[in-house]
């Protein structure tokens, strides 16, 4: 079954920098375009970053351009979120997404804190 693992949260100061990764299982990762979401308390959940399948083509929220950078290595089946210049207002859970067959399928998410 599809499963998409997100790792490498956890809480640093503003400025600071975090890699997250998602590691997906259970289907053929490199045919798919993959995503990460962010949702912060008491707000909605938002796209942070899109890759295509072959990593040629990258979209961004404003909030992060700039900032943030998506990137994939379909060998090992996981994608990336580089995030510099952290703010306490990126903090929030971030979700990995992939859209397989009209069906989204969702990690279980990672916590990141932005705090001095």
């Known amino acids: 079954q599809v499963q998409l693992v997100e790792s490498g949260g956890g809480l640093v100061q503003p400025g600071g920098t975090l890699r997250l990764s998602c590691t997906a299982s259970?289907?053929?990762?490199?045919?798919?375009?993959m995503s990460w979401y962010r949702q912060a308390p008491g707000k909605e959940r938002e796209l942070v970053a899109a890759i295509t399948a072959a990593g040629t083509g990258t979209d961004y929220a404003d909030s992060v351009k700039g900032r943030f950078s998506i990137s994939r290595d379909n060998a090992k089946s996981t994608v990336y979120l580089q995030m510099n210049s952290l703010k306490p207002e990126d903090a929030a859970v971030y979700y990995c997404?992939?859209?397989?067959?009209?069906?989204?399928?969702w990690g279980q998410g990672t916590q990141v804190t932005v705090s001095s």
């Open positions: 997404k992939a859209r397989i067959a009209g069906k989204d399928y």
């Open positions: 259970g289907f053929t990762v490199r045919r798919y375009a």
